[in-house]
């Protein structure tokens, strides 16, 4: 911001970012801040009608679901979990940094959490060749002959309700990645726009916003993550 | 103004700290998983994604000690509704078969 003093000292407004519908920055980044909350609630409600179909579906269909289950690495995922709350750490000191006004680790700490994302989006990825290599993508080509290893005793399931699993896996968790590259978009113009100046002590609002959001994503995996890979585990 | 202007973060210390506890909890419901438990599995295994995800909202995502008390309804509003979804849709599937 080359004008800031200039237009200060013309407007007798300190902060250039500042609306003139708002009372102060105060009151504007609050104003912000609600309104991304709004749209967090929408996404809170549209991921719990999945897992609410995920719910339902587990307790008509446990053994399958059960077994489905088991199929999926524990240690991948576990990795995954890490691997964003580890993010969700780099954006909160990424705010932090922007209300210091410290561009250049602010900068740094956005490219460590885009790198993180892909991180986790590169390991979704190998977990999803692996569903395809057994055959456990819903589908025409759909094959599961596994059981349902309860405790050593084996229960065979049926092949439709596994696919059921597996249906609801693919769409929650892809759901899921595509928020993930969402929020990796996002930071990526952020880092650019950071870089070059744009957000102040004074106005960091799209950080902040962009920060919000990529914690209600970790949130969401760290329900889908139990869901999804832990219950029904104990061999 | 910025004498005004309210500062929520907290200091550096304090979110590695938090972070540490989710890295923590994360290998505790690992590690939980492999022992059964029967039907306290599940149970304890939702528990700790929930203080999980109630660590991230109250201190990363700044709703405590947020300056907009209002947002803290709004949080709180969309949680209170998807109870009521799932509740309510559990409360029909999960007594189905008492007919």
């Given at each position: 911001?080359?004008?800031s ?14 609306l003139?519908?708002f009372?102060?920055a ?24 999945m897992?609410c ?35 969700s ?11 210091a ?11 460590v ?18 569903k ?5 993508v819903?589908?025409?080509?759909f ?5 349902f290893?309860?405790n ?5 399931v ?20 595509l ?32 920060g919000?959001y ?22 | ?26 290998a505790?419901t690992?590690g ?13 295994a ?16 700044h709703?405590k ?24 849709s559990?409360?029909?599937y ?6």
């Open positions: 911001m080359r004008n003093e200039a237009a200060a000292m013309e407007h007798e407004a300190h902060n250039p970012a500042l003139h519908h009372a102060d105060q009151q504007q980044k609050n104003a912000a801040s609600l309104g991304m909350w709004l749209f967090l609630v929408t996404e809170i409600m549209f991921f719990g009608g897992f179909a995920y719910l339902i579906y587990r307790l008509n269909h446990f053994n399958a679901f059960a077994a489905g289950s088991q199929q999926l690495s524990i240690k991948l995922g576990a990795f995954n979990t890490a691997v964003l709350i580890v993010s750490v780099t954006v909160v000191l990424a705010v932090k940094a922007a209300e006004g410290r561009r250049k680790l602010l900068v740094g700490y956005l490219v959490t885009i790198l993180l994302g892909m991180t986790f989006l590169v390991v979704k990825g190998f977990e999803y060749n692996e395809f290599e057994k055959h456990h819903p589908g025409p080509t094959n599961f002959t596994d059981t290893d309860d050593g005793k084996q229960i065979p049926n092949p439709k309700e596994a696919e059921l699993f597996f249906s609801l896996y693919f769409a929650m968790t892809g759901m899921h990645a928020h993930m590259i969402i929020g990796c978009g996002l930071f990526s113009v952020l880092a650019v726009l950071a870089w070059k100046g744009h957000y102040t002590p004074g106005y960091y609002t799209p950080i902040e916003n962009a919000l990529w914690h209600l994503v970790d949130i969401i995996w760290i329900y889908l993550f139990p869901l999804l890979y832990l219950i029904s585990r104990h061999s | 103004m910025s004498e005004h202007e309210e500062h929520t973060s907290r200091s550096q210390g304090f979110y590695l700290a938090i972070g540490a506890g989710l890295l923590l909890l994360t505790t690992v939980a998983a492999f022992v059964n438990l029967g039907p306290f599995n599940p149970i304890i939702l528990l700790i994604a929930t203080i999980k995800a109630t660590l991230v909202v109250l201190f990363f995502m709703v000690g947020a300056s907009e008390k209002l947002t803290g309804a709004i949080v709180v509003s969309g949680f209170f509704f998807l109870s009521i979804l799932l509740t309510l559990l409360a029909d999960l007594t189905r078969s008492w007919r």
